[in-house]
């Protein structure tokens, strides 16, 4: 009996096909949307939670600042300087390595090769912050740094560009902007980080170098440091701060004028960020799954009125308002259903091209398809229940005589 | 077997009010082969549809064998319908865009049998109405004659006690019409109650007894020598 009920749901669809689907269009794209937006948002989180920790969870940023990026807001920021770099990395002994960084967009050239790439003064210690590693040639030396000698050290992105012809870039000198640099090592491949940056697009000059031939002054933008593993990331704000604040005079009821970013609270505000768009774009999703289902009701009911007659005929074989009331909703059911599928298979479509296209993660998360579809058999099942009950409610001789 | 007493059915109420069926006494007893006759809007369909359990008398009482029908729930009524009974509707009723064979195969459907029994038998009522090589065809396909044969098809198919047939013969030429009353005579041999409206002295002398009405009176009745 169910399974002709089934077959009998399924001809009826085929039947009136065009309004069968159009009718499932509103399930269809309702469970599409859940489906794409719950699986994007967990691919998007779990890319971000990758690459941020890949870039290291023990480094924190010192920002003169209390706005968010390097810099802020320059008018009101007091910039930090080396000697703040000196004094943290000599007090606070939880510091595995600190680095000043200061970045600056230039016009790179060698021979006839000119290249826009970025420079980066700092010091060693920024490499092992990075743990970048090198591939050819040598770090800087404490004298280079000292005194902030004409010397940089280069990213293969700019190699490529400045020397097309493949021939090693330690040892020549390439010019940046209007002085001249020895090129003395260069840096492994890295590719994209988290926010898409090309990381083998730079070139790392002595801070020294960069203050006086670039900045033109002293000052120092950002600080980045790494904490030794062992000790707790809260631990070591709270000696760093001690420190800042005492470098920069602040009296004890005084704000901090300065930051102490980690990664990791940057990660936080982003799955934050993603989880509550996911939560709200899927309470979209849903209402337009509810406003679905109303549709389905909306057919089922045109559809009882006109198989009025064929309800009547099937009462008096024997059918039981029970038999009647079964095969309206499994209509309902497999329709919505239908729709469900329909819906799942393109929100994984969707989920797979967005993926691509943001390069992120591609997650298709079983539950979520599981309980899409659930829910939507629910929906037809519920909305199905009063066009059905309509469809029961009748008795025989009226729905004979109904014209 | 059937027994109404007192039957009365009134359409509407107050002045709008039509009595079609006065104080209808009537019995037929089991293997009966009764015609029902009269004019027009005498209320022979309104007598055969509370026959048949799918309406109600407004009074009176209906007993089958020794069940008072008046008193049935819906379900019992459906199973009533279902197991006892077996309708032939004076305008075919027939499911639209549905072949004849599950047409015929979907009262079967609600007594459980399986899918190739229910096409089995199906098939069979319809070779017994001839109609073999047609059981793919839609009702709108087929000619008036053969909705006909195909809705005998489907009230015979149950293997219904009780076969309740009203103008069966009303879309046939005089050849067709003889032909369909030989069949439900065949049935009736085979010791089915068949109570049969029809509006011709001819096909009513198929039956073992004949009813005349007239405005929802049962005026007389004559039974047939065979
Ligand atoms: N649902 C209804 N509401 C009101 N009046 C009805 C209804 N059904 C039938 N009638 C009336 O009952 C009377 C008998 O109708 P019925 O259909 O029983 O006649 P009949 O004898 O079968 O006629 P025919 O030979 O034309 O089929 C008619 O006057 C008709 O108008
Ligand atoms: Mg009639």
Redesign the pocket.
Same mark, same amino acid.
């Given at each position: 009996m169910l399974f002709s009920a089934f077959l009998q749901a399924i001809r009826e669809i085929r039947r009136n096909l065009m309004r069968s689907m159009l009718t499932a269009m509103g399930i269809v794209i309702g469970i599409a949307s859940v489906i794409a937006i719950v699986n994007i948002g967990k691919g998007a989180s779990e890319s971000i939670t990758k690459s941020v920790s890949n870039l290291g969870s023990n480094i924190l940023y010192l920002m003169p600042s209390q706005e968010h990026g390097p810099g802020g807001n320059s008018a009101f920021t007091k910039p930090f300087t080396m000697k703040d770099a000196e004094i943290l990395k000599a007090s606070v002994l939880s510091l595995e390595a600190i680095s000043p960084v200061a970045t600056a967009s230039v016009m790179a050239l060698y021979k006839d090769q000119n290249y826009q790439t970025s420079v980066r003064g700092v010091n060693n210690d920024y490499f092992a912050v990075q743990k970048w590693e090198l591939k050819e040639g040598r770090f800087f030396e404490p004298s280079e740094l000292r005194t902030g000698q004409n010397v940089c050290i280069v990213g293969q992105t700019v190699i490529g560009k400045l020397f097309p012809l493949g021939e090693s870039p330690v040892g020549t000198k390439i010019r940046l902007q209007k002085f001249s640099c020895e090129v003395i090592g260069t840096l492994n491949t890295k590719g994209a980080n988290t926010f898409g940056t090309d990381q083998d697009d730079l070139v790392v000059v002595p801070i020294k170098m960069f203050q006086r031939r670039i900045s033109g002054n002293e000052d120092v933008p950002l600080m980045m440091t790494l904490v030794k593993e062992i000790t707790p990331l809260e631990e070591a704000k709270v000696q760093i701060e001690q420190v800042l604040r005492e470098r920069r005079h602040l009296k004890e009821k005084e704000e901090n004028n300065f930051s102490i970013r980690s990664m990791t609270a940057l990660l936080d505000t982003i799955s934050n960020v993603t989880s509550m768009l996911t939560v709200m774009l899927s309470a979209v999703a849903a209402i337009s799954l509810v406003v679905g289902g109303i549709g389905i009701m909306n057919i089922m009911l045109v559809s009882v009125t006109e198989r009025t007659r064929e309800i009547g005929i099937r009462m008096a074989v024997g059918a039981m308002a029970k038999d009647i009331l079964i095969q309206f909703l499994i209509e309902a059911t497999v329709l919505s259903a239908l729709g469900g599928i329909i819906g799942l298979v393109l929100g994984i479509g969707i989920t797979v091209a967005v993926a691509y296209g943001l390069d992120i993660a591609v997650i298709i998360d079983p539950a979520i398809s599981v309980i899409a579809l659930v829910f939507a058999m629910l929906i037809g099942i519920f909305f199905g229940l009063l066009p059905a009950k309509k469809a029961s409610n009748m008795n025989p001789?009226d729905a004979l005589?109904y014209e | 077997m059937i027994k109404l007493t007192q039957i009365n059915k009134i359409? &509407?109420s107050g002045g709008a009010a039509?009595h079609?069926l006065k104080n209808i006494d009537l019995e037929i007893k089991q293997g009966e082969f009764v015609a029902i006759m &009269?004019?027009? &809007?005498? &209320?022979?369909?309104? !007598? !055969?549809?509370i026959l048949g359990a799918l309406d109600e008398p407004s009074s009176g009482s209906y007993t089958f064998l020794d069940a008072n029908i008046n008193s049935f729930s819906k379900e019992q009524l459906a199973l009533f319908r279902r197991y006892i009974l077996g309708f032939i509707f004076?305008g075919f009723n027939l499911l639209k865009k549905t072949s004849a064979l599950e047409n015929v195969a979907m009262p079967l459907i609600y007594q459980g049998v399986g899918a190739n029994e229910r096409r089995e038998r199906a098939q069979s009522a319809l070779s017994s109405v001839g109609l073999e090589s047609h059981i793919n065809y839609n009702p709108n396909e087929l000619s008036g004659g053969q909705q006909q044969r195909v809705a005998i098809a489907r009230a015979i198919v149950t293997n219904p006690q009780v076969l309740i047939a009203?103008?069966p013969t009303g879309n046939l030429d005089t050849q067709r019409s003889h032909e369909i009353m030989e069949l439900i005579r065949s049935f009736n041999k085979n010791g089915i109650t068949v109570i049969m409206?029809t509006?011709e002295e001819d096909i009513a002398s198929f039956a073992t007894r004949t009813i005349y009405?007239r405005d929802?009176v049962i005026e007389r009745e004559r039974t047939h020598a065979l």
């Open positions: 001789i005589r | 359409y &509407g039509t079609v &009269g004019p027009s &809007g005498s &209320g022979k369909s309104t !007598l !055969l549809n004076q009203d103008e409206v509006h009405l929802g």
